[in-house]
């Protein structure tokens, strides 16, 4: 059977010598953040490629100084502790990351106010979460989280019983996927992706302050619309019906990549199928993803020397 290793409070071990209490406030009240990350697999270079290590590892010292999460350690060790670990595994295929900061004392109630604060890195082969090219999803009855609720531009591990509840509605009723709405009414993302509509030949998405968590994926997509297809890309409000007037509307995420909507609310978006535009941004992005693009090697991390 295969070791797994994992990262846990400055140590790579073995995956079975490392547990958590059942007292834990991470596991009673959800008092963490996390961050998922993916390292793509280059079969033709044999090179194991993280994307944009050190943006995620940036959003997951945001995330926690807003909970009050202090790690001992920089954004530079805890990129050096994922190469690390992804070589301590050996991994040859494309492999997704998840570091987990949380509160790891076991006295009773919710307070942030402690000093146990630990962290935990593991990670598995994942190919294609989405399982297909084209979704057809639903606005959710259940509202997204507001920045003075709970706020969403943290990975905050509670933040997810919302996402969890809009993705069970969703499927439940025959859908692929969900879309949250924010208090105004305002479109703001699906349960772990972002979302962007082509209307009137510009690419738009919600702005972050429409309670959106501001994805590292999404700014690849704009960087990559605005650098090479040269679309312009506008971040505003989006009204829920504007969606049903949209030429295309695709997701984007780390684990979900960059997957066409092709029907929302049981409206076709444009001809029904997976838009020119979402086609050209997905093939960009696995490009810059493996590093094949020299124009953003600086986004690709190799995991082995060579």
């Known amino acids: 059977m295969t070791v797994s290793y994992v990262f846990y409070q400055g140590q790579i071990l073995e995956e079975s010598q490392v547990s958590i209490s059942i007292r834990c406030k991470a596991f009673n009240y959800g008092l963490g953040c996390f961050e998922g990350i993916r390292a793509y697999w280059d079969e033709e270079k044999e090179q194991l490629y993280v994307f944009r290590l050190r943006e995620h590892m940036e959003r997951l010292m945001e995330s926690c100084k807003a909970i009050y999460i202090k790690l001992p ?9 994922v190469v690390e670990l992804l070589k301590k595994n ?39 979460l989405a399982g297909k090219e084209e979704f057809r999803v639903a606005v959710s009855s259940w509202q997204r989280l507001n920045d003075n609720m709970l706020p969403p ?43 962007f509509m ?22 690849t997509v704009m960087v990559l619309a605005r650098e090479e297809l040269g679309l312009e890309v506008v971040e505003r409000s989006i009204p829920r019906t504007e969606l049903y007037a ?19 609310d049981k ?17 960009l992005f696995f490009d810059v993803a493996k590093a094949r693009n020299p124009k953003y090697t600086h986004y690709c991390t190799p995991v082995y020397e060579k």
């Open 73 to 81: 350690y920089t954004v530079d060790e805890l990129c050096r502790y």
């Open 153 to 195: 531009r943290t990975k905050a591990t509670a933040a997810y019983l919302n996402s969890a509840l809009a993705s069970l509605e969703a499927l439940q009723n025959g859908y692929d996927e969900a879309i949250l709405l924010t208090a105004d009414g305002h479109v703001c993302e699906g349960p772990g992706e972002n979302i």
């Open 198 to 219: 082509l209307r009137k030949g510009k690419l738009v998405t919600p702005p972050a302050s429409d309670n959106i968590l501001e994805g590292i994926t999404r700014d």
């Open 90 to 128: 050996s991994f040859r295929t494309t492999v997704y990351i998840r570091p987990v900061a949380y509160k790891g004392s076991d006295l009773l109630f919710p307070t942030l106010f402690d000093d146990d604060d630990r962290i935990l890195m593991y990670c598995q082969p994942l190919g294609k």
């Open 246 to 264: 949209a030429e295309e509307v695709f997701f984007s995420g780390t684990g979900m990549e960059v997957v066409s909507v092709v029907e929302v």
């Open 267 to 283: 409206r076709t978006i444009g001809s029904g199928k997976q838009g020119e535009v979402c086609k050209r941004l997905k093939g």
